[in-house]
């Protein structure tokens, strides 16, 4: 009985430790997870840190984010000593409440000396190993307090399933249809407000408009990363969410505005996720992105590496060996979102020639800002604050003097002037 006086206060105690301890592990797991993101993104834009002399300033941050982590890490080292001195407190005045008591007993006859002490040995065993079931305890509630947010991260459910089955023959026709579309960590700013266009197969369209209109994202819906909140996009007349998944992004191939390259080699990164292309597919798309000139020049050819996000090329030969990444899977429509923005003029002509080759087998979707690059394009939508104002050849957009065309086209030529001059 006298053995057993405290367990319901350790029990309750535990029970408020382990909640307490379990909120604790968590918040520390974050703190970690927070000090570690922050030094990973500035390591990766190292050289950004430098040019702007950013160097202490991120050591400041990092060093405010470990400060965190220590703070937790205190109060978790305070709660644990806390009960763990609890523990050993009721654990030493049982032993002297058994004494005592055992003593009181064996003065007064009622009790042999034996008894005692094999009670004791006996009590001093339990003693010890309910003890250590106080250090399982704060490891249980350490991982239980990590896997919560491992078991949060297994279970995200994706927005919107990649689950679509279909494998049409694709022959390039891009329809949207009454597109509303708003970016979901944006809920309040439509991008896009009833947007209708249609693209036929083998056409090449360019994207123009004022910066922020909404040109990417029409790229970002044909892409699929996004589905759109209201309306609908087709390729060829069905739904792009019922197309096959990888089978979709054989046949359309993207060059972002920022290329990103792989840590691997130049061959790697052309072939990247095409399994399918042979050594003369690499060769001949690499050649037709302008590729094959500046590779053959290194030492190592198409096994040089591009280094981790391509840091090892420079902004045109990213853009170029992405051109051939997308060329590779002689995609029906293939489309340039700045693709050639970072090209001097020399190459850029090179390349538009290579593009307004392959152009006539395919649906080819542009959007530049330099509107000399577009102006051979079969048709060109004007998207000015998620909607398309005017679409047209350039000759013929050309004749609206009132047009949002015609003064963004005197616009730049204007600017060209001042520059010359
Ligand atoms: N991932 C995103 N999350 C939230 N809002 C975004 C996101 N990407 C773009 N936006 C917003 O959507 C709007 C349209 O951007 P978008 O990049 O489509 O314009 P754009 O016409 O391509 O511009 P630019 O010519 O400058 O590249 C902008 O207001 C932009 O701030």
Same mark, same amino acid.
Request: net charge neutral.
């Given at each position: 009985?006298?053995?057993?006086?405290?367990?319901?206060?350790?029990?309750?105690?535990?029970?408020?430790?382990?909640?307490?301890?379990?909120?604790?592990?968590?918040?520390?797991?974050?703190?970690?997870?927070?000090?570690?993101?922050?030094?990973?993104?500035?390591?990766?834009?190292?050289?950004?840190?430098?040019?702007?002399?950013?160097?202490?300033?991120?050591?400041?941050?990092?060093?405010?984010?470990?400060?965190?982590?220590?703070?937790?890490?205190?109060?978790?080292?305070?709660?644990?000593?806390?009960?763990?001195?609890?523990?050993?407190?009721?654990?030493?005045?049982?032993?002297?409440?058994?004494?005592?008591?055992?003593?009181?007993?064996?003065?007064?006859?009622?009790?042999?000396?034996?008894?005692?002490?094999?009670?004791?040995?006996?009590?001093?065993?339990?003693?010890?190993?309910?003890?250590?079931?106080?250090?399982?305890?704060?490891?249980?509630?350490?991982?239980?307090?990590?896997?919560?947010?491992?078991?949060?991260?297994?279970?995200?459910?994706?927005?919107?399933?990649?689950?679509?089955?279909?494998?049409?023959?694709?022959?390039?026709?891009?329809?949207?249809?009454?597109?509303?579309?708003? =970016?979901?960590?944006?809920?309040?700013?439509?991008?896009?407000?009833?947007?209708?266009?249609?693209?036929?197969?083998?056409?090449?369209?360019?994207?123009?408009?004022?910066?922020?209109?909404?040109?990417?994202?029409?790229?970002?819906?044909?892409?699929?990363? =996004?589905?759109?909140?209201?309306?609908?996009?087709?390729?060829?007349?069905?739904?792009?969410?019922?197309?096959?998944?990888?089978?979709?992004?054989?046949?359309?191939?993207?060059?972002?505005?920022?290329?990103?390259?792989?840590?691997?080699?130049?061959?790697?990164?052309?072939?990247?996720?095409?399994?399918?292309?042979?050594?003369?597919?690499?060769?001949?798309?690499?050649?037709?992105?302008?590729?094959?000139?500046?590779?053959?020049?290194?030492?190592?050819?198409?096994?040089?590496?591009?280094?981790?996000?391509?840091?090892?090329?420079?902004?045109?030969?990213?853009?170029?060996?992405?051109?051939?990444?997308?060329?590779?899977?002689?995609?029906?429509?293939?489309?340039?979102?700045?693709?050639?923005?970072?090209?001097?003029?020399?190459?850029?002509?090179?390349?538009?020639?290579?593009?307004?080759?392959?152009?006539?087998?395919?649906?080819?979707?542009?959007?530049?800002?330099?509107?000399?690059?577009?102006?051979?394009?079969?048709?060109?939508?004007?998207?000015?604050?998620?909607?398309?104002?005017?679409?047209?050849?350039?000759?013929?957009?050309?004749?609206?003097?009132?047009?949002?065309?015609?003064?963004?086209?005197?616009?730049?030529?204007?600017?060209?002037?001042?520059?010359?001059?």
């Amino acid at each position: 009985m006298v053995t057993f006086i405290a367990v319901p206060f350790v029990a309750f105690v535990t029970k408020v430790y382990s909640k307490f301890y379990d909120k604790i592990s968590e918040n520390l797991q974050q703190t970690i997870a927070d000090a570690n993101n922050m030094a990973e993104e500035v390591i990766s834009t190292m050289r950004t840190v430098r040019s702007f002399a950013c160097e202490k300033r991120e050591q400041k941050r990092f060093e405010n984010l470990l400060s965190s982590t220590l703070s937790v890490n205190r109060k978790r080292a305070l709660a644990y000593m806390g009960y763990t001195w609890n523990n050993e407190f009721c654990d030493n005045a049982i032993l002297i409440a058994v004494l005592a008591y055992g003593g009181h007993l064996v003065l007064t006859g009622k009790m042999g000396k034996e008894q005692l002490i094999t009670f004791l040995l006996y009590q001093m065993q339990l003693g010890e190993n309910l003890y250590n079931l106080s250090y399982v305890m704060s490891g249980l509630m350490e991982a239980v307090g990590a896997s919560r947010k491992v078991f949060n991260l297994m279970n995200r459910k994706p927005q919107f399933e990649l689950d679509g089955v279909k494998k049409p023959h694709v022959n390039g026709n891009i329809t949207f249809s009454h597109v509303g579309f708003t =970016y979901p960590t944006r809920p309040n700013n439509p991008v896009l407000k009833d947007l209708t266009l249609n693209i036929k197969a083998g056409e090449t369209v360019a994207l123009v408009g004022p910066s922020g209109g909404g040109k990417s994202s029409i790229v970002s819906l044909i892409e699929h990363f =996004y589905e759109p909140n209201e309306g609908t996009i087709t390729l060829d007349g069905m739904h792009i969410k019922d197309i096959n998944h990888i089978y979709y992004h054989q046949k359309v191939a993207l060059v972002a505005q920022e290329p990103v390259l792989y840590n691997g080699s130049v061959r790697h990164n052309i072939l990247y996720g095409c399994d399918f292309a042979t050594e003369d597919d690499m060769l001949n798309a690499a050649k037709m992105a302008n590729v094959h000139g500046f590779v053959m020049e290194l030492e190592k050819g198409y096994d040089t590496n591009c280094g981790e996000k391509g840091v090892q090329m420079s902004g045109g030969q990213k853009q170029r060996i992405a051109i051939a990444r997308a060329l590779v899977r002689n995609p029906a429509v293939l489309i340039l979102d700045e693709a050639t923005s970072a090209l001097d003029t020399e190459s850029e002509s090179l390349v538009q020639q290579a593009l307004s080759r392959c152009a006539q087998e395919r649906t080819v979707i542009i959007i530049a800002h330099r509107l000399s690059t577009i102006e051979k394009a079969s048709k060109i939508a004007v998207i000015v604050k998620g909607q398309l104002v005017q679409m047209g050849a350039h000759d013929e957009l050309m004749l609206d003097t009132d047009g949002m065309y015609y003064s963004l086209v005197s616009r730049q030529m204007l600017n060209a002037k001042v520059g010359d001059e």
